[in-house]
């Protein structure tokens, strides 16, 4: 997430989005890696807004994700 958020341009912004898709497909997390995967798509396309809120969008997603987990246990 850390990565996502502090990326210096399109090519990281894409392949620290493409990373954390595979690591939450990985365990299971379908919904943070649809949203990891749509930021993935528009990490070169330079529309900083859309690029914010889709990124606020995978940390609410990834909040209920990690809830979720934690509760398993």
Known sequence: MEQLSCAPDGTARKIAAHTLK???QGVGAHDVANKAQAL???AENGDTAAWNRALGEL???FECADSFI???S
């Open 59 to 61: 940390e609410s997603a």
């Open 70 to 72: 934690t509760n398993l």
């Open 22 to 24: 595979g690591s939450a």
């Open 40 to 42: 993935e798509q528009m």
